[in-house]
């Protein structure tokens, strides 16, 4: 079960380097301003009125002091009693950059890769039936190199087109940029789910290749179910029962898919996309976790051009035994900051595209 600690109901300030951290576990937030997670520092400053539109004039050069403070950010919830007794992690799916976590005012870590999620174990932690803080403060965006800089010097994961290239300003943003949520499990979860499609040389059959990952906390034994649908309907499906041990441990599962529908790019067919579900159950054949994906079968490679030296590279696009004209474009971020209503920009640039008749976007 997941409880998500998203929304408008957060608070946060500003502090000089270091005082965030010394001062996070313990402030008192009711006359903060609102904060909106997922999103960015620079993006609720906007919104409160406390910096001008970057993308207005050179005004983003402006709101570069905002990236070079510290700032905290706080969440107030409630946890049912219900949930006690239960196992709890509270789970952040990306912070941009380097940040420090506290619950009701014990530190539980720190971290430093917006890329990569972070989970804190707070069964023991969480206060049943009372109100919790929940404080993240973010520390100062880190030094990077920006387009013209030096690559060798690049020391983080942070993009460096935030820090100014030939298509955008220096505005690098800082924030809780995904979901924040409460995972409440047993002892044991589904930690990852992927599908590997593989195709019949015939293009005519098709196999599901699956990966499921499982955490437990002791040893044990569960069974992991896994089925693959087409528009509603049943495709094929797996069972394997799977040894538990304390940590990780990873299942693998085939399927058989005769008949298949075939994914082609834009402008060549349809985009037939599959669903896969994994199941995973106890020994009494209850459901612990779940999770679905979706998929398609394709065959794509790079072939040599006709007529040419055979040292020359294979630049000619074959879909599905297809030779396949390439039409499309370099596709940048979108905007600098977090949060907002981009999922609707997303959707219109990507249409634009298609109306294009577009078939391939390299994503830089």
């Known amino acids: 079960m997941e409880i998500s600690l998203n929304g408008s109901d957060w608070k946060f ?71 006690k007794g239960k196992r709890i992690r509270i789970r952040f799916d990306g912070v941009d950059y380097f940040a420090d976590y506290y619950l009701n005012g014990e530190h539980l870590g720190e971290s430093g890769n917006l890329f990569v999620p972070i989970e804190f174990d707070v069964t023991d932690k969480l206060k049943f039936g009372e109100e919790n803080t929940l404080a993240v403060v973010l520390h100062p965006a880190p030094p990077e190199q920006a387009q013209m800089g030096w690559t060798s010097k690049v020391w983080t994961m942070k993009p460096r087109f935030c820090y100014q290239w030939d298509f955008s300003t220096q505005l690098a943003p800082i924030g809780i940029w995904q979901d924040v949520k409460l995972l409440v499990n047993n002892d044991i979860r589904l ?16 196999e599901a290749r699956m990966q499921v990952e499982i955490e437990s906390a002791s040893v044990g034994q569960a069974t992991v179910e896994v089925e693959v649908s087409f528009a509603g309907k049943k495709a094929g499906s797996a069972k394997q029962e799977v040894k538990l041990n304390p940590g990780q441990t990873t299942a693998k599962l085939k399927i058989s898919v005769p008949n298949v529908k075939l994914w082609w790019p834009n402008g060549s067919g349809e985009q037939n996309l599959y669903e896969a579900e994994v199941r995973l159950l106890d020994a009494a054949g209850e459901v612990i976790d779940e999770r679905k994906t979706r ?33 499309g ?6 905007d600098h900051m977090y949060g907002g209503d981009l999922d609707a920009k997303y959707e219109r640039l990507l249409k634009l595209a298609r109306d294009a008749n577009a078939n391939l976007i390299r994503i830089w």
């Open 13 to 83: 300030r500003g502090f000089w380097p270091v005082v965030g951290r010394r001062s996070g576990k313990d402030q008192d937030s009711s006359d903060w301003p609102s904060a909106e997670v997922p999103g960015c520092v620079q993006r609720d400053m906007l919104r409160i009125g406390k910096i001008d539109d970057p993308y207005v004039d050179f005004k983003s050069r402006d709101a570069e002091w905002v990236s070079n403070k510290e700032w905290v950010y706080v969440k107030k919830f409630d946890a049912p009693r219900k949930l």
């Open 191 to 206: 930690t990852g789910f992927w599908t590997r499609s593989v195709l019949s040389k015939d293009l005519k059959r098709g």
């Open 295 to 327: 998929f398609g079968f394709k065959h794509v490679r790079l072939t040599p051009n006709t007529n040419v030296s055979p040292e020359a590279l294979p630049w000619s696009f074959e879909v599905n035994g297809r030779r396949t004209f390439i039409k």
């Open 329 to 334: 474009w370099n596709w940048v971020p979108i």
